[in-house]
């Protein structure tokens, strides 16, 4: 069992910057590729970034690509998500989750752990 715990999210102004941070709870976090999702009210769940376990491999959603940077630091066992030119389409819950395949995968339901998630709002 992995815990993820997610912080920095906040309320920030139209182009803005904000940067999520995600702890997990176990050094086996390394060997999992991480991704961050989101929600915004009404919304399905959709794909923001992800990266392997090695750091190889990274994607990104083309409405944040170039926006945002996903990187690890696996001394910390942490994920980041930082997030540039903010946008108010942007405002949404935002999760971080692992996948025990180690993979940089785009599909949500290939992650086996999530976090509670961190609101991100965007004032324009």
């Known amino acids: 069992q992995v815990q993820l715990v997610e912080s920095g999210g906040g309320l920030v102004q139209a182009g803005g910057s904000l940067r999520l941070s995600c702890a997990a709870s176990?050094?086996?976090?390394?060997?999992?590729?991480m991704g961050w999702f989101r929600q915004a009210p009404g919304k399905e769940r959709e794909f923001v970034a992800a990266?392997?376990?090695?750091?190889?491999?990274?994607n990104y959603a083309d409405s944040v690509m170039g926006r945002f940077t996903i990187s690890r630091d696996n001394a910390k066992i942490t994920v980041y998500l930082q997030m540039n030119s903010l946008k108010s389409e942007d405002t949404a819950v935002y999760y971080c989750?692992?996948?025990?395949?180690?993979?940089?995968?785009?599909?949500?339901?290939?992650?086996?752990?999530w976090g509670q998630g961190t609101q991100v709002t965007v004032s324009s």
């Open positions: 989750a692992a996948e025990r395949t180690g993979l940089a995968s785009t599909r949500y339901t290939t992650y086996d752990y």
């Open positions: 990266i392997s376990w090695d750091s190889r491999v990274t």
């Open positions: 176990r050094r086996t976090f390394n060997m999992y590729a």
